[in-house]
């Protein structure tokens, strides 16, 4: 490698680190539209090339997805989440993955978690019933999710709620798709009162059991024939 081309390698890394800051910080949010070229290239101080070179990588990796004709869109915010999305799991293949990460989140949450992250935890089956009497779909699966990533977020292991963080999209993405078929028949509607009580009282054991007995039922609610109009109305 000349002394050029390894001064370019370091540039392109360097971009791609700053690039990928932006992602991760939130500053360019999932979903969202990225600045142009042109204004990257004036922000950056950098050559049109590299810049292009530091994007594929990111595409590459999965956090970025190039649009033709509109731009580059943020897909993900690790190259882990990236790389679930781009497998486009069946929410069987997605349940089977959260049965270990939600016993394990729900044990270690019992006895780590925080009144601050308890309060929100209720906060969010507050809005989880809201919406189930709503018949809010999107409402729901968002609140159902978040509650769960709380309870990932209290296990005060930041690996577990990076993983759970990668699952969001496409579990999101698999709830949704079966959602339309079921509907809210069979779907769980107990809210996980017993989940929270066990995390308040710090049973380790029960929080597991519980845990995994949502999951149980959200596997029935998927093997369950697909609800009739009548049913809908």
């Not at 959602?179 to 929270?196: I, P």
């Not at 597991?208 to 039922?217: G, L, T």
Request: charged share 25%.
């Amino acid at each position: 490698m000349t002394l050029a081309s390894a001064r370019r390698s370091v540039l392109v890394d360097d971009v791609i680190q700053r690039l990928r800051a932006e992602i991760t910080s939130g500053r360019w949010p999932v979903g969202g539209r990225i600045p142009t070229e042109t204004a990257l290239i004036e922000q950056l101080g950098i050559a049109r090339g590299t810049l292009r070179e530091a994007t594929r990588a990111l595409i590459h990796a999965g956090l970025l997805q190039a649009r033709q004709g509109d731009g580059t869109y943020v897909r993900a915010t690790s190259e882990l989440s990236g790389a679930i999305q781009r497998l486009d799991s069946e929410l069987g293949d997605v349940l089977e993955v959260r049965q270990a990460l939600d016993a394990q989140a729900a044990r270690l949450a019992a006895v780590r978690v925080s009144p601050e992250q308890l309060t929100r935890l209720d906060d969010l089956l507050a809005r989880r019933s809201t919406a189930w009497r709503d018949r809010d779909r999107d409402a729901w699966i968002e609140a159902d999710y978040a509650f769960h990533q709380g309870i990932a977020a209290g296990s005060g292991n930041v690996l577990m709620d990076n993983l759970y963080t990668a699952l969001g999209p496409a579990l999101r993405r698999s709830m949704t798709a079966h959602w339309d078929e079921h509907g809210f028949d069979g779907a769980d509607r107990r809210g996980h009162e017993d989940l929270l009580d066990a995390l308040r009282e710090g049973d380790a054991g029960r929080a597991a059991r519980s845990a995994v007995s949502n999951i149980d039922a959200t596997d029935d609610w998927r093997g369950a024939p697909p609800a009739s109009p009548a049913a809908e109305s």
